[in-house]
């Protein structure tokens, strides 16, 4: 008799059906309430049950015969499988060493969010947690997402980035109905909205899409590629790196013209006057006309004025990527389209005005009401020391160094030991050969993990964890009306416990045990954050189901979504700024920022400017590296997530890298050829695809392949990030700049 079970659950991909039968996954299929479901949820049958899960709590080799001599060996050694006691014994005693010996501000605490939907296991809240327990840890701010735009977005609108794009973005009703003009820097593209934080039931981006054309809005994307936008959009393939230049060159054309809403600019932005004087050369003697930015980011000049023209004579909606942000100087475009938005007066009008990542991820432009979330509380740091989230090589590498963010002189710590729980950093970091490095430095690292990625292969102490579907739990996102019993549909795979088992076991070992647990098991913590969820449902009007209700039911959507809250971004502060001001020190939006100005860093002198990076198409480094590589997120995965599975498809790797034929051709390269991809931080094989769709100059390499460095130093799976520059946007946001990277391309054989 088969013991086989089929139910709906929640991922950060979407909602599905998931079938296990005798203890195993065997296959998955689509939500019926969405009608465009994503296709990752594929790879989860051979991805749970994949050779490469972690299966018994294990320990370096060198680590453990002489803990100080062998941090070269991470990476090379061997592991040592033992029993969960002994393992748990150990990790506790290594954290006890390092808090009596250096303090709690000598520890780390990584972890990126992404290991679960369900809103108890979320890695990222356990890890914090049973830190925050023992005394706390040294935290990052920022993600590596939209690092710089979390910086700088204060400063322009004062509010929280996260908040900004949740609340403030006109909705895709909206947009169909008033938007006329929808000029997109970077395009908004369908495949990145597969995914949300804690999920999103249903893709409706290209839908969306194709129904505002519909209604006759003109799209342009503005981007090096033209499918990052829907077919249909017009296309300017514009120069990576030198947006900020096109909207500077669109503003230009604004003010000479007589083309701006100065009483807009007067009631509701402030320093629009010292902009002004830059704008049109003043203080640095180049006026930003069409042709000077032109020759930078190779779009006509006359294209350039007539697109300015048609945005300050129609309805326009600037949306900007995420992806933008992610250069150097990444914050300086957010900024500037902001301006841009204030100078066409159109920022509080519906379907006008300025939005952030559409198609970043799902549920951005959905009319919905927001309700409180199911959260897992972290309890308080008492450690007050923090690194920006992309500089934790450098804060490994440099103990003690001065750096500089957001107006602050600050320092890093040394960190002795480093403990990662959800995410993969040799998957998101930059410059993977330069972090490997930096992970020789602590003297313990400790990584929950279900597989073993490179993170885990580099760590000390490695302790299998289970994946969502042997775990029971509950599944609410920010940004969808529907609300999930996950079920566990199998038991743990070999020897894998949940985190919080995990961190339970750790904190009974160092007499935390009530704090961490408040004498709670799963079932009942879950129990406790769903009807603290029930009643601030209530309390917001909104009728949900008890915890036991949808057990039973499974699913449910909630009666929170429709056309009835699609409120227009910004109308009351727009109608009046005196009574509903921003949260900025002027109350306006900041075309100028004294706060910015008063940090003194000669490259940010309190406006939006142009500045060149290092590495872009305009530098002398493409004497050597002439190809501006670019590093998407994957459309058949989460970031690095179900990597395993993916790969054990015949031609899935290599990594495919897009490149236009003419660049091809000079290298004598041919579609579906192997080959390598270098600069001189590294190298990785790929297999190319000769496509139009890329501009000239300008290479495509999606990030999620696992780190797999050969002997020849050479990553043979195709992962970008042993490529990319690890450098901050800027002092403002020290974010990525992953999308400032020049290469080139050879054949495989050649070298």
Known sequence: MTDEQTKVTSSHWGAFRITASDGQIVSTAPFEQDLTPSEISRAIPSAVHHRSRVAKPSIRKGWLQNKDRAREQRGSDEFIELSWDEALDIAAGELKHVREKFGNGAIFGGSYGWASAGRFHHAQGQVHRFLNTIGGYVSSYGSYSVAAAQAIIPHVFGTNFVKFFWEYQNSWSLIAEHTQSLVMFGGINPKNSQVSMGGVTRHETA???????????????ISPQRDDAPAGAEWLPIIPGTDTAMMLALAWVLETESLLDRD???????????????????TDGQPKTPAWASALCEIDSKVIEELARHMAAHRTLITVAWSLQRAENGEQPYWMAATLAAMLGQVGLPGGGIGYGYGAIGGIGVSIKQLGGITFPQGKNPVRDFIPVARIADMLLNPGAAYD???????????????WCGGNPFHHHQDLNRLQEAFQQPDTIIVNEPWWTATAQRADIVFPATTSYEREDIGRAQGDAYLFHMPQMISPVHESRNDYEIFSGLAERLDVSETFSEGRNSEQW?????????RGAQESGVDVPSLEELKQSNWVELPISGPEYSDTPFADFRRDPQRFPLGTPS???EIY?????????????GYPVWRSPVE?????????????????????????QLECAIADLPGQRPTPLSINPLDANRRQIESNMVVRVFNDRGACLARAVLTE??????????????FSPGDDDIDSQGNPNVLTRDRGTSRIGQGSSAHSTLVDVATAQQG
Not at 405 to 419: A, C, Q, S
Not at 526 to 534: D, G, N, P, R
């Open 207 to 221: 839908t969306r899409f194709d129904a505002i054309k519909r209604c006759g809005v003109r799209c342009i994307n």
């Open 264 to 282: 807009f600019l007067n009631r509701c932005s402030t320093g629009y006057e010292r902009f002004r004087g830059y704008l049109l050369g003043e």
């Open 405 to 419: 963010f957001n107006g602050e002189r600050r320092h890093y710590p040394d960190i002795k030991l480093v403990y």
């Open 526 to 534: 879950q129990k406790v954050l769903y009807e603290e969820f029930e």
């Open 587 to 589: 109350g306006k939006i």
């Open 593 to 605: 920022s004294y706060t910015i100005a008063g940090f003194n860093y000669p490259e940010d002198p």
């Open 616 to 640: 872009w198409l305009g530098s002398e480094r493409t004497g050597q590296f002439p190809l501006h590589l670019i590093s998407p997120q994957p459309g058949d995965k989460l970031h690095s």
């Open 693 to 706: 769709s890329v501009r000239e100059g300008v290479v495509a390499l999606p990030t999620g392949a696992w």
